[in-house]
């Protein structure tokens, strides 16, 4: 149930990425514990060879694939390995848990506030998605 709560989100638009360099022009503001952003499955979908470099140059991935919410938890890389420690505050962390702590099954204080805000309404140009193309997809 985890994984599909944490799905259903990033499909609900959770991470925003908003003022950063993948951000959309209608999406929210990054929190602050962002990582997982620069990431080539935001760029372009041919990547010219200048978006790869900027991907392999800034690359904050952490192990992990795509927008997620690092709060509570610290990773360091050991013989290239990501290690997660720490205890998870949201639902948005980018695994099921850490070797210290479960990931919970609901956000941390600054991305609850960010779902509140995401606009769900199909009628509008900025809305993130409709109902239906969850459906769709």
């Given at each position: 149930m985890k994984t599909l709560n944490h799905e259903l989100w990033h499909k609900l638009g959770m991470?925003?990425?908003?003022?950063?360099?993948?951000?959309?022009?209608?999406?929210?503001?990054?929190p602050d514990k962002l990582y997982g952003d620069v990431d080539l499955i935001y760029g372009p979908e041919n990547p010219?060879?200048?978006?790869?470099?900027?991907?392999?140059?800034?690359?904050?991935?952490?192990?992990?694939?795509?927008?997620?919410?690092?709060?509570?938890?610290?990773?360091?890389k050991a013989d290239g390995v990501w290690e997660w420690s720490?205890?998870?505050?949201?639902?948005?962390?980018g695994a099921t848990s850490t070797e210290d702590a479960s990931t919970p099954q609901k956000f941390c204080q600054v991305c609850a506030k960010l779902v509140i805000r995401q606009?769900?309404?199909?009628?509008?140009?900025?809305?993130?998605?409709?109902?239906?193309s969850l459906l769709d997809s």
């Open positions: 991470v925003p990425k908003g003022g950063r360099h993948f951000g959309g022009r209608y999406e929210l503001d990054a010219s060879q200048s978006v790869k470099d900027y991907v392999k140059r800034y690359d904050n991935s952490k192990g992990h694939r795509g927008a997620h919410c690092e709060r509570g938890a610290s990773a360091e720490g205890k998870p505050e949201c639902t948005m962390f606009n769900l309404d199909p009628a509008h140009s900025d809305a993130v998605l409709s109902f239906k």
